[in-house]
């Protein structure tokens, strides 16, 4: 199975950048459908980004389309979520996940990483 570590979150401001890395190790990142999930305070897990398949086909939640950018590099087994022109409302720990292509959940979780937007 694999194991995913997010690194990257912190304090920024809006209209300012952040880039976020989930480094997966145990199996190759490729193996997987990966995605990018956040849970802000008193809300529920929401969807950010997503491959969707084993391609390189992308998907994004309306609320960070055309801000957000989520890419990987095979070679370092590493996903990447390119956050630009994040605002307050970004605010939430943000996760990296990864199911298996025949899956329709998302089953293997990073431990999340903080991001704060402030205003």
């Known amino acids: 199975q694999v194991q995913l570590v997010e690194s990257g979150g912190g304090l920024v401001q809006a209209g300012g950048s952040l880039r976020l890395s989930c480094v997966a190790s145990g199996r190759t990142l490729s193996d997987y459908v990966m995605g990018w999930f956040r849970q802000a305070p008193g809300k529920e897990r929401e969807f950010v980004a997503t491959f969707t398949g084993s391609g390189g086909s992308t998907h994004y939640a309306d609320s960070v389309k055309g801000r957000f950018t989520i890419s990987r590099d095979n070679a370092k087994n590493t996903m990447y979520l390119q956050m630009n022109i994040v605002k307050p409302e970004d605010t939430a720990v943000y996760y990296c996940?990864?199911?298996?292509?025949?899956?329709?959940?998302?089953?293997?979780w990073g431990q999340g990483t903080q991001v704060t937007v402030s205003s």
């Open positions: 996940a990864a199911r298996e292509v025949t899956d329709a959940q998302f089953f293997y």
